[in-house]
């Protein structure tokens, strides 16, 4: 069964910093392009950043320079790094991967940044 958890949510004031991981189960994780998107304020759930089996990282041009993607094989996990926080970065963070050609979400962690 796969299964992605997400933790490292929180609140934290402008300028401030956090880290989310995304711990993994049921995937051969190394193998596998891990993503990060956060929820828009249309429900929608929005590109943040990618993470590639070979540590090759993609990043929206919104979060470029502040936020770092990282992946750690032995432990199964993915890690977004935020720094530089914004209130506009105010929202739900979900980790995702495909496998077998269906997508797996995590049940997202709250990050609320305050002016």
């Known amino acids: 069964q796969v299964r992605l958890v997400e933790r490292g949510g929180g609140s934290v004031q402008a300028g401030g910093s956090l880290r989310l991981s995304c711990a993994t189960a049921?995937?051969?994780?190394?193998?596998?392009?891990m993503n990060w998107y956060r929820r828009g304020p249309g429900d929608q759930r929005d590109f943040v950043a990618s993470i590639f089996s070979n540590g090759s990282t993609v990043f929206d041009e919104s979060v470029k320079g502040r936020f770092t993607i990282s992946r750690d094989n032995a432990r199964n996990t993915v890690y977004l790094q935020m720094n530089s926080l914004k209130p506009e970065d105010t929202r739900v963070y979900f980790c995702?991967?495909?496998?077998?050609?269906?997508?797996?979400w995590g049940q997202g962690t709250q990050v609320t940044v305050s002016s």
């Open positions: 049921g995937i051969n994780f190394k193998i596998h392009k």
């Open positions: 995702n991967t495909q496998y077998k050609g269906r997508q797996y």
